[in-house]
Structure formats: C-alpha cells, structure tokens
C-alpha cells in the first residue's frame, strides 16, 4: 500500500480530476493500488476543487438526535431493534424547539432532525414540528435523517416545510445491502426512496460506510458509481465502527487512511458536493474530522442533543461529542477548524449549484 504512485495511478487521477468520472474497472483499480503518494494527491487536488468553490468556509448543522427507538434491525447498528442493553428515549416536540432556539442562538442556521425508525413520530407530528420550527426560525433549513417512509409521506413532510433529507444508501450493491440488513428490509425500497426524495425536490443525501463487513473494491466501485449518476447535495461517510451489542461486534473497524481517500475521489467526482466529515471520522482519530477536512470534506455536524440522551444515541462504541454541552461542542469544533485555517460558515449552507 504504501509503495510509490504508479503512473496509471496517477494517469487515473488526472482523468478524474477533468472529466469527472471513471470507469467501474478503474475505480476498483484506484482503490486496490492506492498508496500514500496517491492518497496525498488526492487530496490535493480535492482541496483545491474545494477551496475553488467554498473558499475556506466549512459548513455547519446542528445535529439533533430526536429518538433512538428503531423499528429496524440493521445488523451494524447499535440502536437496532434487538438490542435490549440499549436505554431508549424520545424527544418531546418543546425539547426539540428548546435545542433549535439554543442552536439558534449559537450561530446554527440548519438543524438535522436525526433518529430511529420510530412510530411515535408520524406525518402529523413531524408536519406540526417542522412548521413550528420554521415559523421560529425562517431563516434556518431544516433538514431530516428518519430513514424509509413513503412517498407520500415525504410529499407532506417536504409540503409541512422540510429543505432536505438524509437517507444513507449504506451500500450500491444489492448482494451486499442483503448481507448488512435483515431480510425483511429491501435494497430497492431504499433506492426508490432515495428516487422519491430527488423527485420531491428535497436536497438529498445519501452516503455509505467505509470498512463495512463484506465490502469490497468492488462495492465501493458501484458505490462511487452511484454517486456519480444520482448527484446526491451531500454525500455522507465514515467509518464503519463496530457496536459491542451487535451481531458485527468482533468486526474490524473501517479504516481513517481508506476513508480520507474515499472523500477526495467523491470531491473530484462532483466538485460541489457537501461532504461531511463525520462524528465516525473523529471518533477513529483524534485529528480525524480535521483530517476529513483537508481531504476535502467542507460540512461538520456538531451535537445539538441534550447531554442527558446524547450517550444512548450510540450507533458504534466510543462515540464522540456525548459528554459536551452544545456551546461547548460548536466551539470545539469551530477552534478544530481555525487549527487547519478553516472557519465555520454562518448561513444555511446550500450546495452552491
Ligand atoms: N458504525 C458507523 N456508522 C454507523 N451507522 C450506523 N451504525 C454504524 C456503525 N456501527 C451509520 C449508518 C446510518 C447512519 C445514521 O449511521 O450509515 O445510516
Ligand atoms: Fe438501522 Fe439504526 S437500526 S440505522
């Protein structure tokens, strides 16, 4: 891995950089021979596509985690539904406008309503929330991560005011969706989700683990694919962490060095993409989500949940940002930042088209 760049290496990354796409083969080739040396171009290059577009602002959103109760049993996570060792919670619709009036007031102007596949939280609920939030704050996107729901009822959701929607596709490879989920949850449900979300003009995320049991470079491959022919606003990754309490405990981690790669080749796919460093990032490296930003992510999501529920939103062990007041993480974030000769951008953070 860590030979120096060979020139068809280095010939792919050229062609990535101009034309923006690859072929499958050379994706798969890309990933099996990476090195330091193309790994630092790379990143180069992402940087400067990055700094070309938003200059050195990153954006921020305010993360809060509404309810870790999920009728979904995905195999990686650690609120899934068999997890009996998990102490669940819900947020009520006044702690939510708490944390948005607080997030507020600390310079947030996107709040990621994030949680479980609940059944408490139905269109009429999440219709009435969001338009509160909106008339306090017009001037914020709200933007919601609640997993699969139909159609119809992201038309509301979306008509109720919602400017974005969060759905990782967790994996472009049918065989290997099937071996992440139960089989009661279906690979072409998400996509066709992932397809009504598009439709209904949200901005769309989708995104996937790095280091996922049974990935391969050639998932990755159908992963960045993907990417290229849905043109998601923002594309989510980090690693995959494995949760103790969970049937992929004993599974090695997903990697920073893989993982850093993976988001320079998705900057350099679509330049203005918005492309977080994650909570997973910083979790697997002290510097991690600082790494994430100087590989060309340009998004963070500092924690707006109340600390007394911040540590049972535990998707994979060790989880960062749980014992800190929300100040607290902003200003920890925005100071990560500054160390890299970054600053935290004030306004909502569109994708700039
Ligand atoms: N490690 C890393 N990321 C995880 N997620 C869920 N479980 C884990 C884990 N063990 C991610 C999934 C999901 C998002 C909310 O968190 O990709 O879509
Ligand atoms: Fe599926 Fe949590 S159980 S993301």
């Known amino acids: 891995m860590s030979l120096p760049m060979n020139p068809e290496i280095f010939a792919l990354i050229e062609q990535l950089s101009a034309e923006h796409t690859l072929s499958f083969s050379d994706y ?3 990933i099996e021979h990476r090195s330091d040396a193309a790994a630092a171009e790379l990143a180069k290059r992402a940087d400067a596509k990055r700094k070309e577009i938003y200059g050195n602002q990153i954006f921020v959103r305010g993360l809060i985690e509404i309810s870790n109760i999920c009728k979904n049993n995905c195999l990686y996570c650690g609120i899934r539904r068999d997890n009996h060792s998990c102490s669940r919670y819900r947020l009520t619709e006044e702690e939510i406008l708490y944390c948005c009036r607080e997030g507020y007031d600390l310079g947030f102007r996107t709040f990621v309503l994030q949680g479980g596949e609940d059944g408490y939280y139905t269109d009429s609920v999440l219709c009435s929330l969001i338009r509160k939030i909106k008339d306090q704050h017009p001037d914020c996107a709200v933007t919601l991560s609640l997993g ?7 038309e509301m959701l979306r008509e109720a005011g919602a400017d974005r929607y ?15 989920h139960p089989p009661e949850m279906s690979f072409d449900h998400r996509m066709n989700c992932l397809m009504d979300l598009k439709e209904l003009s949200y901005q769309v995320g989708c ?6 049991p049974y990935q391969t470079p050639q998932t990755l491959a159908k992963d960045l694919k993907f ?3 849905f043109h998601p606003d923002m594309c989510g990754i980090g690693p995959f962490i494995p949760h103790q309490a969970t049937p ?4 090695p981690a997903g990697t920073l060095e893989l993982t850093l790669y993976l988001l320079s080749i998705i900057r350099l796919i679509q330049p203005n ?4 460093a994650t909570t997973a990032l910083g979790t697997i490296d002290p510097k991690g989500r600082e790494k994430g930003i100087l590989a060309g992510a340009n998004v963070v999501m500092p924690n707006l949940s109340p600390v007394s529920v911040r540590k049972k939103y535990e998707l994979y062990d060790n989880k960062i940002c749980t014992g800190e007041e929300s100040a607290q993480c902003r200003g920890c974030l925005s100071r990560r930042m500054e160390s890299i000769g970054y600053s935290l ?9």
């Open 166 to 180: 969060l759905l990782r596709h967790e994996t472009a490879d049918a065989e290997h969706y099937r071996k992440l």
């Open 148 to 154: 699969e729901r139909s159609r119809r009822s992201y």
């Open 248 to 251: 992929f405990a004993k599974q």
């Open 207 to 212: 995104g996937f683990m790095v280091g996922s």
């Open 345 to 353: 951008a004030t306004d909502r953070g569109d994708i700039k088209k």
């Open 227 to 229: 990417v290229e022919t």
């Open 273 to 276: 993409i918005l492309l977080p």
């Open 28 to 30: 798969v080739f890309l």
